[in-house]
């Protein structure tokens, strides 16, 4: 891409523990603008118990790296996770806020049939279920519907947060902002902000 420089501008998905500074370096003269990253948890308990083999520390680093360098950066969080507590939740929005990305989501953990955590799920009895097949974690802190609640409110409070609120601004120029806030028909039902 560089070579034959095509112009193209792309996002992309990794992991934080796939890149160092040279790779992002060459993803960015190559048109990367934007980096996603699975961060899952801010709590180092969390990320060891469902595996994702990273830590914090590699997640906060990632992150500066893509700073450093221009990129952009997206993440997101999964909430709800087998053994995880209310207060591991709040340690993610804390997490997020500290991270500073450009875009982030909290999604609420759905154990898929064929996985290792539905298993689990379903032999600990502890669950809401959604449909034939899909499962929500329920502890005696959380079910799927409290856990909705949690992700609408880690959703309004990171992304009307000062911090955010200038990122758009930036982002969208103060007109288009204004015109997307002001006018219902122009707002997104969904998704990220």
């Known amino acids: 891409m560089v070579k034959n420089n095509l112009g193209l501008e792309w996002v992309c998905d990794t992991r934080v523990d796939l890149v160092d500074q040279e790779l ?28 994702r083999n990273t830590t914090l520390e ?14 952009q950066t997206a ?9 995880e507590t209310l207060k591991d939740m709040e340690a993610s929005l804390k997490f997020a806020e500290k991270l500073n990305p450009d875009w982030c989501i909290f999604n609420v953990f759905i ?35 409290s856990l909705l609640a949690v992700q609408r409110r880690f959703f309004r ?14 982002r969208e120029g103060v007109v288009n902002f204004a015109k997307r806030r002001l006018n219902p028909r122009a707002q997104k039902p969904v998704g990220i902000a």
């Open 111 to 145: 154990a898929n049939p064929d996985s290792k955590l539905y298993q689990e799920v379903l032999d600990s009895g502890k669950y809401d279920k959604l449909d034939d097949f899909l499962l929500s974690v329920k502890t005696d802190e959380f079910d799927y519907k």
């Open 24 to 51: 992002l370096e060459v993803m960015s003269k190559a048109g990367c603008r934007t980096v996603w990253f699975g961060v899952e948890s801010g709590s180092q308990k969390v990320l060891n118990r469902i595996g």
């Open 157 to 170: 409070d990171f992304h009307r947060s000062p911090k955010q609120i200038l990122k758009r601004v930036r």
């Open 75 to 83: 993440c997101s969080f999964m909430l709800g996770t087998p053994d």
């Open 58 to 71: 590699q997640i906060e680093t990632a992150f500066k790296l893509c700073r450093r360098i221009g990129l």
